[in-house]
């Protein structure tokens, strides 16, 4: 099997993707983030440019194996701008979900996000007050 190297920085937090074996990548990431709302998930993805991009799959996972996908959404083509994507999982998993970004290129080359996890179990909400103190004499 042929290996690839593909060379990265993290800066002020941010991860970016630059060359693939000397190549330019289809997209440079900015971030990927899922949180929690309500009773959905909402993911969101920036792009600091993109070239020969096509689309996005939204993918989500129990285990990290069984892989779902759950939406697309067009990429830009060719940009040099800053593109901030979002896609809301109406019905996620109830627990803990895995849920990561495929990028697709026009030329059916793939690159994904690496995955970031949501729990969606339900919160136990009570207040605690102070009751009145009984004496029994």
Do not use: H
């Given at each position: 099997?042929?290996?690839r190297a593909?060379?990265y920085?993290?800066?002020?937090?941010?991860?970016?993707i630059?060359?693939l074996?000397?190549?330019?990548?289809?997209?440079?990431?900015?971030d990927?983030?899922?949180?929690?709302?309500k009773?959905?998930v909402?993911?969101?993805?920036?792009?600091?440019?993109?070239?020969n991009n096509?689309?996005?799959?939204i993918?989500?996972?129990?285990?990290?194996?069984?892989?779902?996908s759950?939406?697309y959404?067009?990429?830009?083509?060719?940009?040099?701008d800053?593109?901030?994507?979002?896609?809301?999982?109406?019905?996620?998993?109830?627990?803990?979900t895995l849920?990561r970004v495929?990028q697709t290129?026009?030329?059916?080359k793939?690159?994904?996000t690496c995955w970031?996890?949501?729990n969606?179990?339900?919160k136990?909400?009570?207040?605690?007050?102070?009751?009145?103190?009984y004496?029994?004499?």
């Amino acid at each position: 099997a042929k290996r690839r190297a593909i060379n990265y920085t993290v800066l002020n937090g941010n991860f970016y993707i630059g060359y693939l074996n000397g190549s330019p990548l289809p997209v440079k990431w900015l971030d990927m983030d899922v949180k929690r709302s309500k009773n959905c998930v909402k993911i969101k993805w920036a792009t600091a440019s993109e070239n020969n991009n096509n689309y996005f799959t939204i993918e989500r996972s129990k285990n990290g194996t069984d892989i779902e996908s759950i939406g697309y959404l067009q990429g830009a083509g060719y940009s040099k701008d800053v593109i901030n994507y979002d896609y809301e999982d109406e019905k996620p998993y109830p627990g803990n979900t895995l849920y990561r970004v495929k990028q697709t290129d026009f030329d059916g080359k793939t690159e994904t996000t690496c995955w970031k996890s949501v729990n969606m179990e339900k919160k136990i909400e009570f207040e605690l007050k102070e009751m009145p103190k009984y004496i029994m004499e």
